[in-house]
């Protein structure tokens, strides 16, 4: 399926210790150019600390990791060029309007004012935001919020798209606005991982998955084809048997 010449991320091997603590433990997955790509594991399994190695936020203790063809930790302004990055948790100034938040990010990518302002009007119409441009960002509900993060990641054109938990909180109705949202950015030829703990979600919205267990990766695929291997018929059972864990009835 994937070979490592269309791919937008590799990772071989990639460990990562902070202190005596192992976070990642020779994790080793590919995602291909145009995919959306999910990466599940239960708290503390290793998620969001592989999502910041990939983004050159953290370094690796052992193992390789290139993004859109640039290894992280030998050519990490390359890879910083090429990705863009919603975290967990809130990345917005609450106290500036939409439209002014966008236009913030858009200056630390050094985009002229004029091309900031078509780049945010372009941005607001495609996340569905051109209504509310001008709300005061603290005012606005988590899932107009989280359009606006997801936004503002998209200011530089990222080759890769980083989504760490984007729907965690939101309401079906938000999260599926936000899932359209995702399809269309990958549309566009954006290369897109995320993380989530709904895993409907994943089936739903992800070409391939990686389920990781305390820095482990346990599995690998295509929802249906785990769901095959693993004789399951939701990714939630798939997801219980990848990582030991018994369902509770
Ligand atoms: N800066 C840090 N210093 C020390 N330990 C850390 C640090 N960052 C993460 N860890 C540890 O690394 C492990 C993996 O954490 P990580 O945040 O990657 O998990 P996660 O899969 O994103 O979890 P969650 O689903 O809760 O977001 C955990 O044991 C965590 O406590
Ligand atoms: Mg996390």
Redesign the pocket.
Known sequence: MTSSADAAVEVIGLTKD??A?R?LDQATFDVARGEIFGLL??????????MRILLTLLMPTAGTARVAGYDVTTDPVAVRERVGWVP?GHAVDPLLTVMENMTFMAGLYHLAPAAARRRADQLAQLAGLAGCANDVAKDLSGGTRRKLELAMSLMSVPAVLFL??PTTGLDIAARRDLWAYVRQISGDGTTIML?T?YLEEADALCDRVAI?DR?RIQATGAPGELKITYQASTLDDVFLAATGQELVA
């Open positions: 902070f202190g603590t976070a594991g239960p708290n503390g399994a290793g998620k969001t600390t592989t967990q760490d938990e993380t703990h990781i820095g």
